[in-house]
């Protein structure tokens, strides 16, 4: 199993607090955005004699508000097209079980969410990247590129609609153009929707249920944790008009019992989150990632662009060795009393020897602590590259 590149530096951020130092933690895609009030009334007045198990593919009333959700967001899924998971991640886990056998290929838009190379191996599948690179904006290789790689082993596309890590959002062109593929091919697309609400410049997020004609192919993974800031209820779904994909997932819900039982009333009461919640949730991301761009962008040798959606964004960063530079930051380095933490990108590609100077950001904090954070990555680099 690989490390997550994402958590794998905590033991150096603990032992920089001990020290007495402030870190700010951009390696990680926890928000600092309030869980939405219904939620959080929702647990307080929890009532319950027994804390029981729920049904293998979540409350029916939860199942049931979720689908009508969907419908706002013009995708039109019923009840028994959900299986509530224990967050997008086993809902990955279980896409990728029903899907594929020991050996079979998941084709995936690199670079792309580390711990999809973690469900991989744990599910014996093999990763194919298809490489896209800072220089195109991360954009979709070519349909041509895609087909060269399948082979009488791929089963299915993975893609990460916004993508985190690098922000890129699919155009309904790019998602016609994939649903062609695997229609050809006779593949599943699995689209990672967890991030579909955060978009910033008027884009559209087309997700992979609406596709008229790949039904029975398309599968799409979602959660609660970034919508609604509830990344600890540990809720996601897995979602598909496939009937024989549904009832191969239902073995894997059945085997792990059911999903958490208060989370999922947490998750159902999320869903009367007042719209103004998101208005302003965007607007505050937004206002981050330019931010955190117009700061990065000012930082010589640094190349970046620019996110239209999720909240990340990949940095290229003037050095060689970004896991050793992360690192000597929470090690080494301090700018009055405070450092930063980065993700090193390498983690996110599983390309070897791809990504090497990059690292991952995640605008999850405050504008004025983004400003200070890229302020000691930015005197950082100038003090680590003149040892
Ligand atoms: C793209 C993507 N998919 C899935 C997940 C898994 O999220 P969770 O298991 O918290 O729902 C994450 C978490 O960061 C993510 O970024």
């Given at each position: 199993m690989p490390e997550s590149p994402i958590r794998k530096l905590t033991p150096f951020s603990e032992s920089a607090k001990k020290k007495g130092l402030k870190v700010y933690h951009l390696n990680i895609g926890q928000p600092d955005i309030k869980t939405p009030e219904v939620a959080i009334n929702a647990i307080k007045n929890i009532q319950l004699d027994i804390l029981e198990y729920s049904h293998s593919a979540g409350f029916e009333s939860y199942r049931k508000k979720l689908s009508e959700y969907y419908l706002r967001q013009n995708v039109n899924v019923n009840i028994e097209d959900i299986i509530i998971t224990t967050g997008g991640s086993e809902a990955l886990l279980f896409a990728l079980g029903t899907t594929m056998d020991h050996g079979d290929e998941l084709i995936v838009h690199e670079p792309f969410y580390a711990n999809y190379n973690a469900f991989s191996i744990a599910s014996g599948v093999t990763v194919v990247p298809i490489i896209s690179t800072i220089e195109t904006g991360f954009a979709l290789p070519s349909i041509d590129a895609f087909e060269k790689m399948i082979t009488p082993k791929t089963k299915a596309i993975l893609i990460?609609?916004?993508?985190n890590p690098t922000g890129y959002m699919y155009s309904?062109?790019?998602?016609?153009?994939l649903a062609a593929l695997v229609k050809k091919h006779d593949l599943f697309l699995i689209s990672d929707e967890v991030y579909r609400e955060f978009t910033y410049d008027g884009d559209i997020h087309y997700s992979v249920m609406n596709i008229k004609g790949i039904e029975e192919n398309a599968i799409m993974i979602d959660s609660v944790s970034k919508r609604f800031s509830m990344c600890g209820a540990r809720i996601g779904c897995m979602v598909s008009k496939n009937k024989e994909v549904m009832s191969t997932a239902m073995?894997?819900?059945q085997s792990r019992l059911s999903p958490p039982t208060i989370e999922q009333i947490a998750s159902e009461a999320a869903l009367d989150t007042p719209k103004s919640y998101f208005d302003e949730v965007i607007s505050e991301y937004k206002g981050r990632r330019d931010t955190l761009i117009r700061e990065l962008d000012k930082i010589e040798g640094v190349i970046v662009t620019k996110p239209k959606g999720a909240f990340y964004c990949i940095a290229q960063l003037p050095i060689e060795n970004a896991d050793d530079f992360a690192q000597w930051l929470l090690e080494k380095y301090e700018l009055n009393g405070e450092t930063v933490m980065v993700a090193?990108?390498?983690g996110f590609y599983s390309s070897p020897g791809?990504?090497?100077n990059q690292v991952r950001i995640a605008y999850v904090l405050k504008k004025e602590d983004l400003i200070s954070?890229?302020?000691?990555l930015k005197e950082g680099?100038?003090?680590y590259n003149s040892k």
């Amino acid at each position: 199993m690989p490390e997550s590149p994402i958590r794998k530096l905590t033991p150096f951020s603990e032992s920089a607090k001990k020290k007495g130092l402030k870190v700010y933690h951009l390696n990680i895609g926890q928000p600092d955005i309030k869980t939405p009030e219904v939620a959080i009334n929702a647990i307080k007045n929890i009532q319950l004699d027994i804390l029981e198990y729920s049904h293998s593919a979540g409350f029916e009333s939860y199942r049931k508000k979720l689908s009508e959700y969907y419908l706002r967001q013009n995708v039109n899924v019923n009840i028994e097209d959900i299986i509530i998971t224990t967050g997008g991640s086993e809902a990955l886990l279980f896409a990728l079980g029903t899907t594929m056998d020991h050996g079979d290929e998941l084709i995936v838009h690199e670079p792309f969410y580390a711990n999809y190379n973690a469900f991989s191996i744990a599910s014996g599948v093999t990763v194919v990247p298809i490489i896209s690179t800072i220089e195109t904006g991360f954009a979709l290789p070519s349909i041509d590129a895609f087909e060269k790689m399948i082979t009488p082993k791929t089963k299915a596309i993975l893609i990460c609609n916004p993508g985190n890590p690098t922000g890129y959002m699919y155009s309904e062109e790019e998602m016609m153009r994939l649903a062609a593929l695997v229609k050809k091919h006779d593949l599943f697309l699995i689209s990672d929707e967890v991030y579909r609400e955060f978009t910033y410049d008027g884009d559209i997020h087309y997700s992979v249920m609406n596709i008229k004609g790949i039904e029975e192919n398309a599968i799409m993974i979602d959660s609660v944790s970034k919508r609604f800031s509830m990344c600890g209820a540990r809720i996601g779904c897995m979602v598909s008009k496939n009937k024989e994909v549904m009832s191969t997932a239902m073995k894997f819900a059945q085997s792990r019992l059911s999903p958490p039982t208060i989370e999922q009333i947490a998750s159902e009461a999320a869903l009367d989150t007042p719209k103004s919640y998101f208005d302003e949730v965007i607007s505050e991301y937004k206002g981050r990632r330019d931010t955190l761009i117009r700061e990065l962008d000012k930082i010589e040798g640094v190349i970046v662009t620019k996110p239209k959606g999720a909240f990340y964004c990949i940095a290229q960063l003037p050095i060689e060795n970004a896991d050793d530079f992360a690192q000597w930051l929470l090690e080494k380095y301090e700018l009055n009393g405070e450092t930063v933490m980065v993700a090193p990108a390498a983690g996110f590609y599983s390309s070897p020897g791809v990504g090497l100077n990059q690292v991952r950001i995640a605008y999850v904090l405050k504008k004025e602590d983004l400003i200070s954070a890229v302020r000691i990555l930015k005197e950082g680099l100038s003090v680590y590259n003149s040892k």
